[in-house]
């Protein structure tokens, strides 16, 4: 099942993007920046449709949080607007499409299946980090750790995958919390450093014997210390 996330508090135009897209594909509506940026925490998404004017923020903000949090995951957006300045600044934002209302169904259709597909053939390659005590997936974000002598599954939230993967890209330094929050959540989130330490340790609590890869450095942050294969 394809996951599309819709920013956008018009009714019409949600009806538009359902009527565009393939069986097979749920589309997600969230209708202001809060709502968006609550859903983007709770749950990965393969495309991002995002409209520039919302009723409580700027959607050209959003595509920048969206890009930094998930770079490779498309980016459509969406406005009445079709100057040039505007779509140079959707561009450098991390937008891949820029779609100008009104809009053609069946064109949104065919440019959201081509994204698809081009950014699938893009991540066929596998791409597993691994150690003796833990492997993880960046593509599939599965993650597997060492119990008894066997590979055994943990099934961790997007925040705490990304806390692992943001540790393991930087094995054996100390990370300070204000980074592993820039790198989670964005800079524009207001979110408290108590917050970090709740998710890495829930993240510990899954990992079992593998949680002593992660050292907590006192009123610092972590350390990812895995043992080389």
């Given at each position: 099942?394809?996951?599309?996330?819709?920013?956008?508090?018009?009714?019409?135009?949600?009806?538009?993007?359902?009527?565009?897209?393939?069986?097979?594909?749920?589309?997600?509506?969230?209708?202001?920046?809060?709502?968006?940026?609550?859903?983007?925490?709770?749950?990965?998404?393969?495309?991002?449709?995002?409209?520039?004017?919302?009723?409580?923020?700027?959607?050209?903000?959003?595509?920048?949080?969206?890009?930094?949090?998930?770079?490779?995951?498309?980016?459509?957006?969406?406005?009445?607007?079709?100057?040039?300045?505007?779509?140079?600044?959707?561009?450098?934002?991390?937008?891949?499409?820029?779609?100008?209302?009104?809009?053609?169904?069946?064109?949104?259709g065919v440019r959201i299946q081509s994204c698809l597909q081009k950014n699938k053939a893009r991540t066929t390659l596998s791409d597993t980090l691994e150690w003796r005590e833990i492997q993880i997936n960046k593509l599939s974000q599965a993650v597997n750790v060492i119990e008894k002598g066997k590979w055994v599954r943990i099934d961790l939230t997007s925040l705490e995958f990304k806390i692992l993967l943001y540790l393991s890209s930087r094995i054996g330094?100390?990370?300070?919390?204000?980074?592993?929050?820039?790198?989670?959540?964005?800079?524009?989130?207001?979110?408290?450093?108590?917050?970090?330490?709740?998710?890495?340790?829930?993240?510990?609590?899954?990992?079992?014997?593998?949680?002593?890869?992660?050292?907590?450095?006192?009123?610092?942050?972590?350390?990812?210390?895995?043992?080389?294969?």
């Amino acid at each position: 099942m394809t996951e599309i996330l819709l920013v956008e508090d018009c009714i019409e135009i949600h009806q538009i993007v359902l009527r565009s897209v393939v069986p097979q594909t749920h589309v997600h509506w969230a209708q202001s920046l809060t709502q968006a940026q609550k859903m983007i925490i709770e749950k990965n998404f393969d495309l991002f449709i995002i409209d520039l004017g919302l009723p409580d923020g700027s959607g050209m903000d959003l595509c920048r949080h969206v890009h930094e949090r998930t770079p490779t995951t498309p980016i459509f957006i969406l406005t009445g607007h079709s100057d040039l300045s505007n779509k140079m600044q959707g561009f450098s934002a991390g937008a891949d499409h820029y779609i100008t209302k009104p809009i053609c169904p069946q064109e949104l259709g065919v440019r959201i299946q081509s994204c698809l597909q081009k950014n699938k053939a893009r991540t066929t390659l596998s791409d597993t980090l691994e150690w003796r005590e833990i492997q993880i997936n960046k593509l599939s974000q599965a993650v597997n750790v060492i119990e008894k002598g066997k590979w055994v599954r943990i099934d961790l939230t997007s925040l705490e995958f990304k806390i692992l993967l943001y540790l393991s890209s930087r094995i054996g330094e100390v990370i300070m919390r204000e980074d592993i929050l820039k790198f989670v959540w964005g800079q524009n989130i207001h979110v408290s450093h108590r917050s970090v330490d709740t998710h890495v340790s829930k993240l510990r609590k899954k990992m079992g014997s593998a949680s002593l890869l992660i050292e907590s450095i006192h009123r610092m942050g972590y350390k990812f210390s895995p043992t080389p294969l």
